[in-house]
């Protein structure tokens, strides 16, 4: 093309850099920069030109040729396809170059038959003319390629796999037909007619590749979609059913849930937003959520918006007058305070749920509440959970929930909604015909007044000529008018309607000004929300206030054309009017343009972390070349209530393991210096990593970058895991263990996050093979962290789990790993409670918990915290001094949490229940069990009730604990905690054997004899006593067992026997430093002494039980032994009295 110089205008060459006229100096202009668009390829190729050249002269031939060209080239640019180039006697052209047209494949194909039928005319006239004539065969192919060049200079370039099909296709045709592919069959189905062929097998493409031979065009394509922004238009009927709904919630005081079920822009949002106003108007409160398909933040971050519309300008005071005071509300407004203000609660999602509970039922109490979340396709797990807790668990207060979803939805959760008895789904169905009219009217009318001009009457008139096509195609979805009317609002042509979302926008970037194209891909690369100055960074000038201001003209052309609109905050925040509308834009750039972006938007932010604008990659690379240590691998996540020991004899203390709680968003915590997000920065460098892997353009500063994603990631992921956010953190982990440079600490803290969501088969998994892994690498610190799970997790794979967790123990001091430190001293401790040392335990068990303070860790601050209560329950130490202690704890760590309460609650109830205050016990107890359930903590409820049961067995409400024991060994069994479950059969077998009545003294049970229960207790221990040596390391459950072997024996009268189990638990009790647990072996010798007619021996017994017990504080236990004392006496002749009688009540 020629250079025209600006001063003179005379013409010049392209690559001329001063005018031959005047020599002003040129401008040589930059070169179009490639993108990555759908085109459709039609490949020409004559039949029959070696018949032709052999009939006429050279020249002749030359110009039958030329005029060959010119129609093939007329008929192609009628329809606005670029000729790419004529090679020989075969042409190539591209529909989509330079711009897209949402119906380029109707428009090839009509260019095609319109090229068969211009060489007919031409060949019938050669025939007439010369006697010979030709034939053409044409291939035509939709799909995405890399286009360079302007066809305005001459030099267009398409490539990809499309060229290729397209000229392959064309080799198939039998002269005279147009073979099509299946993506232009597909795009193009509404207006034409083809009939299937044979696959065709193209050289370089897998499997066969579908064909059609193109007969007809018989109408225009269907309409794409596209999201509408302009009012609500009727909906009457689905705004109806809502009034009705919310009519039904605020008479009958209950949670419902709605779900409005829609395609992309049918128009959910608009009815949302509609029945929003109303509800409002009409007196309920109302706050709206809106979930993101893309960021890095944590999944409940959606949940801040609603939050801070339900809280307002003061939310602390807010939340205090909603709440009240106390305790409860204390923890609550916690929690609500840190969601709101910065989008996640710092705890875990179980907490966050409940306190939303708690808020939303205040709320509602005093005013109907209607709850609006939309895009609920886009919401993670953790978010959907939220959901679904709110409207299982708000009870007794008029609270509707509206969600609004496409049906991808259903994809994720095919029961959503399912279940429950309040709970609706709606299908927002397409708008008819008359309401799309009145739709695009609006739209005009809207853009007239906005304009301030005669736009709108010239659109009106545009559309009114072919609006009933244009309200066919649209097939009633308000997005794909909006997008429609907005093309024809910039001068685009009736007739070439949009094809489907893509092509619609991808025809409207095309007509952009060059800048406003260029913005919004650089925002498109930022994600849905940006700034002016974030894409400054990506236009060459970050930091440059000038640049942001010259960009403001382009943004307002972008907020007038509805592609972008300003966000809610008052910080200058825009965002996408469409995700959509950003998903083009950003697919357009070819992928190595997007590669570079990302890197260099991630230095941006490492820089102003650093106080810099920016940084280089060398320097990122020193400050985040290698993936940080994961610090969270010593031991399962999260031990809880649901691991404390049963209860109803001297048990033992059961190691924990990976609670599966869903947890809550905590990774944005981890943050650089500057407080940018590990999350984002790391996402923005594995897109670089990952684009240029799909390039194969891996080199050194490609893997640097990946490696730096993978440190990024790694930093968010193991913050979210020692938060509890689980399912974020499972998340970053995944990503960052797939990039290069993942150590294997990274794939042990990627089991832990698995472990604790449930998936304990993957988790183990890959816990064995990182252990193969690590031992053959000789890792040993990686190996020992391994090793520390497994030893729970799959015991037969390690002999001696205690020197594991000394060896882990070991490592992670090495490595300064506190929260390691912790869960190794926490597996050591339970080892000496399972010795039955619970004293000595204490003092590995204080060491974890200050580890666990230092790590930040507060979900295994709450475990620690359980455990030190079983010490205190079980061990020396007295009662009264016990529960001080308990108090204390519940006082001095996680002060308010109700998790931590929880598992301290557990043992402190039985305690209580020594004291003989069985109400207080139960009423622990039981907000215990309400925690953990309100918490979502469903596997702990079963041990919980090991408490429970073993207080009413203090309360001689034997019936009530065999009820328990029996529902929570089902439920233990059903979630494979062999251990726990072993402890609730004991104590089953040992209620069972007290109701049989079998060797009562006289009262020492309420209620009637039950010989069959003695029946079930043998049958229930004896696995339990042929495992008894692979539990040598667990005198208590030795003690337990042997006891209840004897007793049975002494009653069926084997008298040895008794002798030798009882022997057995003697030396096992002795070997413990628990006087609940010798006192109770005690109870059992007496029982045994007086079945065998050996009252002197019995008296002696109970004396030194009654010993035990007062030196526990164990009150009951102590009216029990002197009950059964004083039955016994009463046969013998003396003035003795109960044991302790000559010396006062001995506690």
Request: aromatic share 4%; with cysteine.
């Amino acid at each position: 093309m020629d250079n025209q110089c600006p001063e003179c205008g005379a013409p010049n060459s392209a690559d001329a850099r001063f005018c031959s006229s005047c020599g002003q100096r040129l401008t040589v202009a930059a070169p179009p920069p490639e993108t990555r668009r759908t085109v459709t390829v039609v490949f020409c190729d004559m039949v029959g030109s070696t018949a032709l050249s052999e009939r006429l002269d050279a020249e002749a031939l030359r110009h039958v040729l030329l005029r060959y060209y010119a129609l093939m080239r007329g008929c192609l640019e009628r329809y606005g396809g670029t000729v790419e180039k004529f090679i020989g006697d075969a042409v190539m052209a591209v529909f989509g170059v330079p711009a897209v047209h949402e119906d380029d494949a109707l428009r090839a194909c009509r260019a095609a038959l319109d090229m068969l039928e211009a060489v007919a005319a031409f060949g019938d006239e050669l025939e007439r003319e010369v006697g010979t004539r030709f034939a053409v065969r044409i291939g035509v192919h939709t799909g995405e390629v890399v286009a360079s060049g302007s066809p305005s200079d001459g030099h267009t370039l398409v490539s990809g796999e499309v060229v290729n099909i397209a000229a392959r296709l064309e080799q198939h045709a039998p002269a005279g037909q147009v073979l099509i592919g299946a993506a232009t069959r597909r795009l193009a189905a509404a207006a034409i007619e083809a009939d299937p062929l044979e696959p065709i097998t193209v050289k370089g493409i897998a499997g066969p590749v579908p064909v059609w031979s193109l007969r007809s065009v018989v109408s225009d394509t269907q309409d794409p979609d596209r999201r509408s922004t302009t009012a609500l238009v009727d909906r009457s009927d689905e705004l109806t059913q809502l009034r009705l709904v919310l009519g039904r919630v605020e008479r009958g005081r209950n949670c419902h849930l709605v779900t409005l079920f829609g395609d992309p822009g049918v128009g959910k949002t608009r009815l949302l937003r509609a029945f929003a106003e109303e509800a409002g108007g009409r007196g309920a409160q109302v706050a709206g959520a809106r979930c993101l398909p893309y960021g890095s933040v944590g999944g409940l971050a959606p949940l801040a918006g609603l939050l801070n519309t339900l809280l307002g300008e003061s939310p602390r005071d807010r939340l205090a007058t909603v709440l009240g005071t106390g305790e409860t509300a204390a923890t609550a407004s916690a929690v609500l305070l840190r969601l709101a203000g910065t989008g996640v609660s710092g705890t875990t999602l179980e907490e966050t749920c409940w306190a939303l509970q708690h808020l939303f039922t205040a709320l509602a109490g005093h005013r109907p509440l209607v709850a609006v979340v939309d895009d609920l396709q886009w919401a993670n797990r953790d978010l959907l959970a939220a959901v679904d807790h709110l409207a299982d668990w708000v009870q007794g207060v008029p609270l509707l929930l509206v969600c609004g979803a496409r049906p991808e939805l259903l994809d994720q959760r095919t029961s959503w909604g399912s279940g429950k008895l309040h709970a609706t789904s709606l299908v927002v169905p397409p708008l008819a015909p008359d309401d799309c009219r009145e739709l695009v009217s609006a739209l005009v009318t809207a853009d007239a007044v906005s304009e301030g001009g005669d736009f709108g009457e010239d659109v009106v008139g545009h559309a009114t000529m072919d609006l009933d096509r244009l309200v066919a195609r649209s097939e009633g979805n308000p997005l794909f008018l909006t997008q429609i009317t907005g093309m024809l609002r910039e001068g685009g042509d009736a007739e070439r309607m949009p094809l489907s979302v893509r092509a619609v926008i991808e025809a409207r970037l095309d007509r952009l000004a060059p800048e406003e194209r260029a913005v919004l891909e650089a925002a498109a690369v930022i994600g849905t929300d940006f700034t002016t100055a974030n894409v400054a960074v990506l236009r060459d000038r970050p930091g440059d206030a000038a640049a942001s201001l010259e960009l403001e003209p382009v943004i307002r052309a972008l907020l007038r054309r509805r592609l972008v609109e300003a966000g809610n905050e008052p910080n200058g925040r825009l965002r996408f009017a469409s995700q959509l509308v950003r998903d083009v834009a950003y697919e357009r750039m070819p992928k190595l343009v997007r590669a570079g972006r990302h890197e260099r938007f991630a230095e941006h932010l490492e820089g102003l972390a650093a106080g810099q604008p920016s940084v280089s990659g060398s320097a990122a690379a020193t400050a985040f070349g290698a993936p940080p240590d994961a610090g969270v691998t010593a031991g399962p996540q999260g031990s809880s209530a649901g691991h404390l020991p049963g209860a109803a004899g001297a048990l033992d203390a059961v190691p924990p393991r990976g609670d599966g709680q869903p947890g809550i968003p905590g990774a944005v915590g981890a943050a650089l210096p500057g407080g940018i997000p590990h999350a984002e920065i790391g996402t923005h460098m594995e897109q670089a990593y990952r684009l240029r892997l799909e390039l194969g353009s891996i080199d050194s500063g490609a893997r640097d970058v990946g490696v730096r994603a993978a440190g990024h990631l790694a930093k968010a992921g193991t913050t979210a895991l020692r938060q509890g956010d689980i399912g974020w953190a499972e998340e970053l982990l995944a990503r960052a263990i797939a990039l290069p440079g993942a150590g294997l600490d990274l794939r042990v803290a990627h089991a832990e996050a698995r472990l604790a969501s449930g998936d304990t088969e993957d988790a183990v998994a890959e816990l064995l093979a990182v252990l193969e892994e690590a031992r053959g690498t000789g890792d040993r610190a990686t190996a020992a962290r391994a090793r520390l799970q497994l030893a729970y997790l799959v015991p037969e794979t390690d002999p001696d789990p205690t020197a594991t967790a000394q060896e882990a123990l070991e490592v992670c001091t090495a490595d300064d790993d506190p929260l390691g430190r912790a869960r190794a001293l926490l597996r050591l401790g339970q080892h000496q409670q399972g010795l039955g040392q619970y004293a000595e335990a204490a003092g590995y068990l204080h060491e974890a918990l200050d580890q666990s303070v230092r790590a930040g860790a507060e979900l295994d601050q709450a475990g620690i915290l359980g455990a030190l209560a079983v010490s205190l329950w079980l061990g020396p130490e007295p009662t009264p001094a016990a529960l001080r202690r308990c108090r204390e704890f519940m006082g001095g760590h996680l002060a308010g949490r109700r998790l931590a309460r929880a598992t301290i609650s557990c043992p402190m109830a039985v305690l209580l229940a020594m004291r003989g205050r069985f109400d207080d016990a139960r009423s622990r107890l039981a907000d215990a069990e309400q925690t953990l359930t309100d918490l979502g903590h469903l596997f702990a409820v079963p041990a919980t009730r090991l408490f429970t049961a073993a207080t009413e067995v203090l309360a001689d409400r034997l019936p009530e604990a065999e009820s328990l024991l029996r529902g929570a060994a089902e439920d233990l069994d059903r979630l494979g905690d062999r251990q726990l479950h072993a402890n609730a059969v004991r104590d089953l077998a040992r209620v069972l054997l007290l109701r049989s009545g079998a060797d009562r003294i006289a009262a020492d049970t309420a209620g009637p004899a039950d010989p069959a229960s003695a029946e079930e207790c043998r049958r229930l221990i004896a696995p339990l006593l042929a495992a008894l040596s692979e539990e040598q390391s667990r005198p208590g459950a030795a003690a337990d067992l042997h006891g209840m072997q004897a007793r049975l024996a002494a009653v069926h009268g084997d008298a040895a026997a008794a002798e030798h189990h009882l022997t057995l638990a003697e030396q096992a009790s002795r070997s413990t430093d628990s006087p609940v647990c010798r006192a109770g072996v005690d109870i059992d010798r007496a029982h045994v002494a007086a079945v065998l007619g050996r009252t002197e021996d019995a008296l002696d017994a109970l004396h030194s039980a009654r010993d035990g017990f007062a030196a526990k504080g164990h009150l009951v236990g102590i009216r029990r032994a002197e009950t059964l004392w004083a039955a016994l006496d009463s046969d013998r002749s003396g003035p003795a009295g109960p044991p302790g009688s000559d010396g006062g009540s001995r506690e």
